[in-house]
């Protein structure tokens, strides 16, 4: 069974920092794109980050230069590092990787950023 649980998530000032951390459990992660979405209360998800299996990595033209995605494939863990918080990137950050035809969702984790 294919599991992605998140989480570093909480309520940090603007400028703040944060790492969220997406571990899977029924998929090793190494291998396959996982991406980070985010959903603002009454926006639609959108992507924000994702790294395929040779290590490539992309961004949203909004979160360039201060999110970072990255991987520990001994961990089966996948990080968005973001920095510089500001109020904009208050959402619900899931992660999501597509295996054997599905595609999987975790939880989600909130990111709130005021001051």
């Known amino acids: 069974q294919v599991q992605l649980v998140e989480s570093g998530g909480g309520l940090v000032q603007p400028g703040g920092s944060l790492r969220l951390s997406c571990a899977a459990s029924?998929?090793?992660?190494?291998?396959?794109?996982v991406a980070w979405y985010r959903q603002a209360p009454g926006k639609q998800r959108e992507l924000v980050a994702r790294i395929t299996g040779a290590g490539m990595t992309e961004y949203a033209d909004s979160v360039k230069g201060r999110f970072t995605i990255s991987r520990n494939n001994a961990a089966n863990t996948v990080y968005l590092q973001i920095n510089n918080l500001q109020p904009n990137d208050t959402a619900d950050y899931y992660c999501?990787?597509?295996?054997?035809?599905?595609?999987?969702w975790g939880q989600g984790t909130q990111v709130t950023v005021s001051s």
């Open positions: 029924g998929v090793r992660v190494g291998n396959k794109i």
């Open positions: 999501n990787t597509f295996y054997t035809g599905v595609h999987y």
